[in-house]
């Protein structure tokens, strides 16, 4: 290892590293690497120097988990949580942050994603519960004893995880043989980009072009497919990120900064909308200025923080609370559902929007390290569906205007990539059942499929028709990236994805 005078440090040997190994300087004291091992060695045994990279790499990463990434070794560093959220941030980033373009992930890139996802999840395979089990004797007799087993939460969702990451990179390979469209570079002249450039803020973006005709009506399908499975995927990973943030604790630091009551939390106008005696979630959010990412993130975080006061006040937490308490709780209860209504629409109709002040606190104080692996990876897992989702919106988008010219003036909203129809129905099953199962939003259920089928086979123009003109209600929303907690965390901050 190399040694770094005035400060501790742990350093491995990057893949760039080793592929200049054997044109690279050679240490003067014995002629080995960083990894130990002397080039004739490496020429000798190849298989041994991979394997001895591994280890490094491997080293290199648990040491700075356990450093809580204070390499400077003097426990200043954040928990192991958090750790490891930014240790699966900083790769998710790294591998996907420029998926640009609907094409397959490199075989190295892949090789990579699954090599450290595998690392940093097997911290799972040791976090156990006791359950009891039936151990029978020698003499027949059967005793019941406690034995470990993985905990539920890990065991139910990170095997359904690994399946959406599957069917992500696998519907990202399944435009490998695709040559009915293709992209123009950002630096192109307009004259190449045609009636398809680029109208929102995201300019780094290459721009999608089809034939001069359009895509063929099979291609067409072939898209609206792979949208709508990634729609699901994308569903699926808002679920699972959603009930893991609903089981962590709220931090004391955020419910001493709320305020006295959900009137002052909301604000007299969008108290006294969600308090009416007829209350329509639809008619609501058209009444609410959208036309910025921060409005949007604002009405969140007032509606959020208001659903945690009427949550406290009904169960009668904070006995101490000088608050008032005016509100029958019935009426209480009526006006959180409704307001969790409000909450469920907006992350639904602007998936790409900021993490909220409340998530934003819950993760950053979350000590649970089952949880902290959960929510990253399922959050990671969002942000490159909806990615996925906002390339396959382009291409879409570019042939439609190709065929109606007269569309090509027109913004759309990046936001608003998924529909709406489903949500309807999500929203009524939840008040009927209950609550909603994973497979009602991964749609492994047979009503669901067929549903897919028919958007399938249907006119994908008139779908994207009514986006256009849904601008009109609603302004455009620009989002430059899929912003999240750690853009908060000054120091201890991780790259974000990037769309």
């Known amino acids: 290892m190399n040694e770094n005078s005035g400060r501790s440090n742990v350093k491995g040997l990057s893949a760039d590293d080793a592929a200049k190994l054997e044109g690279g300087p050679k240490s003067k004291a014995n002629n080995?690497?960083?990894?130990?091992?002397?080039?004739?060695?490496?020429?000798?045994?190849?298989?041994?120097?991979?394997?001895?990279?591994?280890?490094?790499?491997m080293k290199e990463r648990?040491?700075?988990?356990?450093?809580?990434?204070?390499m400077s070794g003097g426990g200043k560093g954040v928990s192991s949580a958090l750790a490891l959220s930014n240790a699966i941030t900083n790769l998710a980033a790294s591998v996907f942050g420029e998926q640009w373009r609907l094409e397959p992930m490199s075989e190295k890139r892949k090789a990579r994603w699954r090599k450290e996802i595998d690392w940093l999840l097997c911290v799972t395979d040791y976090i156990?519960?006791?359950?009891?089990?039936?151990?029978?004797?020698?003499?027949?007799?059967?005793?019941?004893?406690?034995?470990?087993?993985?905990?539920?939460?890990?065991?139910?969702?990170?095997?359904?995880?690994?399946?959406?990451?599957?069917?992500?990179?696998?519907?990202?390979?399944?435009?490998?043989?695709q040559n009915e469209f293709y992209y123009v570079s950002r630096d192109a002249p307009d004259s190449e980009k045609g009636n398809t450039k680029r109208k929102d803020d995201k300019w780094w973006l290459p721009t999608?072009?089809?034939?001069?005709?359009?895509?063929?009506?099979?291609?067409?399908?072939?898209?609206?497919?792979?949208?709508?499975?990634?729609?699901?995927?994308?569903?699926?990973?808002?679920?699972?990120?959603?009930?893991?943030?609903?089981?962590?604790?709220?931090?004391?630091?955020?419910?001493?900064?709320?305020p006295k009551n959900g009137?002052?939390?909301?604000?007299?106008?969008?108290?006294?909308?969600?308090?009416?005696?007829?209350?329509?979630?639809?008619?609501?959010?058209?009444?609410?200025?959208?036309?910025?990412?921060?409005?949007?993130?604002?009405?969140?975080?007032?509606?959020?923080?208001?659903?945690?006061i009427w949550k406290r006040k009904m169960n009668q937490k904070d006995g101490k609370s000088t608050w008032g308490s005016a509100v029958s709780l019935e009426k209480r209860e009526q006006f959180e559902e409704r307001a969790e209504t409000i909450l469920l629409i907006l992350k639904q109709r602007?998936?790409?929007?900021?993490?909220?002040?409340?998530?934003?606190?819950?993760?950053?104080?979350n000590r649970d390290i089952g949880h902290a692996i959960l929510e990253s990876y399922s959050r990671i897992l969002e942000s490159l569906a909806y990615t996925v989702l906002s390339r396959i919106e382009d291409v879409l988008y570019a042939d439609y205007v190709t065929r109606n010219p007269s569309y090509a003036g027109q913004k759309r909203n990046p936001l608003k990539e998924t529909p709406q129809e489903p949500l309807k129905d999500e929203l009524s099953r939840k008040s009927s059942e209950g609550s909603m199962t994973l497979l009602d939003f991964?749609?492994?259920n047979l009503e669901l499929n067929e549903g897919i089928k028919k958007e399938s086979s249907g006119n994908s123009d008139e779908m994207?028709?009514?986006?256009?003109?849904?601008?009109?209600?609603?302004?455009?929303?620009?989002?430059?990236?899929?912003s999240s907690y750690l853009d908060n965390l000054g120091g201890v901050k991780s790259p974000t994805a990037r769309h």
């Not at 648990?62 to 204070?70: T, V």
């Not at 009416?276 to 409005?295: A, I, W, Y």
């Not at 602007?350 to 104080?365: H, M, N, R």
């Not at 994207?464 to 899929?482: F, G």
């Open 32 to 57: 080995k690497d960083d990894a130990g091992i002397t080039l004739p060695e490496v020429k000798k045994n190849p298989g041994k120097f991979s394997f001895k990279l591994k280890m490094e790499q």
């Open 62 to 70: 648990f040491a700075k988990l356990l450093l809580g990434e204070d």
């Open 128 to 177: 156990v519960e006791f359950v009891a089990s039936q151990q029978k004797n020698k003499d027949g007799s059967c005793m019941e004893i406690m034995v470990t087993r993985q905990r539920n939460d890990l065991h139910m969702n990170i095997p359904a995880l690994r399946k959406l990451d599957a069917m992500l990179i696998g519907c990202l390979d399944n435009f490998k043989e």
């Open 208 to 258: 999608a072009k089809v034939p001069a005709n359009g895509l063929s009506e099979a291609s067409r399908k072939f898209l609206q497919y792979q949208k709508d499975c990634v729609n699901q995927v994308l569903k699926a990973a808002m679920a699972i990120n959603a009930n893991v943030l609903a089981e962590m604790e709220i931090p004391e630091n955020y419910i001493e900064s709320l």
């Open 263 to 308: 009137r002052a939390s909301l604000g007299d106008s969008i108290y006294r909308s969600i308090t009416v005696e007829f209350f329509d979630p639809d008619q609501f959010l058209s009444t609410m200025d959208l036309s910025t990412e921060h409005k949007i993130l604002d009405l969140k975080n007032r509606i959020e923080a208001s659903i945690v």
């Open 350 to 365: 602007f998936p790409g929007i900021p993490q909220s002040s409340l998530d934003i606190s819950k993760i950053q104080y």
């Open 442 to 444: 991964m749609g492994w």
């Open 464 to 482: 994207i028709k009514e986006e256009i003109k849904l601008t009109e209600k609603i302004a455009n929303i620009v989002t430059m990236k899929k």
